[in-house]
């Protein structure tokens, strides 16, 4: 090859290295692909706002419940197909730092998180909102049967509550784990009487279990036509059944079971999955998701809380009792513990 060739050779690589390079920066530059669980939920005046202001587009790629989307992100690691995974919570942080799955960012607004919910210290998840997963009671059913809503976990494996209780399937359901996490955090582990014998006495007392929560409060809870008065869901249930009820109500026809340590703390969180492409908009979304206008959106969609200390919840939240002392245990010791935990209330409660 002559010199001349070779400098027409080089000159061609460099064009098709330039343009490759800018054709990448342009993606970067324009478009932000957010996984995130199917219950994510934002206006689309927001998301356009983001879009507006930075000049990109957003996607938003739903990837099933939150354990799904954390194993696609697993699967994808290096390579994913989003920028930004949205909706990891304490009850699967310790897997997803464990997989080095994300790169740490600390956003400009770190200091409105209150520190007791701060998910990650290490930044490699940036917390977004949190929520109470505890039991829900059918007022009206209670009344009309005589009954008091319970005071003490140990109180639902008694005769009065036999066939009233439907949980959800901690293998494959986020409530259904948390209040598993609950109940191993009020019983114990290898005590005399710890949270296996609890749910042995659970199953014998007629407990059923759902794989997910729209089956079990739509279906079998007794406010829609179930037969079974109390139900694990949300600590803002009673919040959203007002928010939704055709006729206006002054209270909610739902009450929750606040018995300390009978609920659990669920923290969201999102994060920048390594080798993302749009890294600089990643950032710039997880600032903008702490901002008041995007915390403040939010809890009417997903009824969930803002961490933002300074965003405020809609009016009809004061029916979202929250629980004073709920149960924590932290994401090392779930990541361990976890299976184990799941394959063990498994051989007790359905095999």
């Not at 191993?184 to 007392?205: T, V």
């Not at 200390?309 to 924590?328: G, I, L, R």
């Amino acid at each position: 090859m002559n010199q001349q060739n070779a400098l027409a050779v080089t000159a061609t690589l460099l064009i098709i290295l330039w343009t490759s390079l800018g054709c990448s920066r342009q993606a970067e530059d324009t478009e932000l692909v957010i996984m995130t669980h199917d219950s994510f939920d934002i206006s689309q005046e927001i998301i356009a706002e983001f879009e507006s202001t930075n000049d990109a587009k957003v996607v938003i790629q739903k990837a099933g419940d939150a354990g799904q989307a954390l194993i696609r992100a697993i699967l994808e690691k290096g390579n994913p197909s989003a920028d930004l995974l949205y909706g990891v919570d304490n009850t699967y942080l310790g897997r997803a730092l464990a997989e080095n799955i994300f790169d740490p960012y600390k956003p400009q607004l770190l200091s409105k998180i209150p520190e007791s919910l701060i998910l990650d210290p290490t930044n490699h998840v940036t917390s977004i909102d949190y929520s109470y997963v505890t039991l829900n009671y059918d007022k009206e059913f209670l009344l009309k049967n005589g009954l008091l809503p319970p005071t003490t976990l140990e109180e639902l494996t008694e005769d009065v509550w036999k066939g009233s209780v439907v949980v959800e399937n901690p293998a494959v359901s986020s409530p259904g784990l948390a209040f598993l996490l609950a109940t191993i955090a009020y019983f114990g582990e290898d005590d005399d009487y710890d949270y296996l014998d609890f749910w042995r006495e659970m199953r014998s007392n007629n407990v059923l279990v759902k794989d997910g929560w729209s089956d079990a409060y739509y279906t079998d809870f007794s406010l829609y036509g179930g037969d079974r008065p109390l139900v694990v869901s949300y600590a803002t249930s009673p919040a959203a059944e007002v928010f939704f009820s055709e006729v206006k109500l002054i209270e909610p026809p739902t009450g929750n079971v606040l018995i300390d340590k009978g609920s659990f703390l669920q923290i969201e969180g999102i994060g920048i999955l390594k080798g993302a492409n749009s890294t600089t908009l990643a950032k710039k979304f997880i600032d903008f998701a702490l901002g008041v206008r995007f915390q403040e959106d939010f809890p009417a969609k997903m009824f969930v809380y803002p961490v933002n200390k300074d965003a405020k919840v809609p009016d009809f939240f004061k029916f979202a009792e929250v629980p004073t002392q709920p149960a924590y245990i932290t994401p090392e010791r779930i990541n361990t513990h976890r299976d184990k935990w799941i394959e063990s209330w498994t051989n007790t409660v359905i095999r």
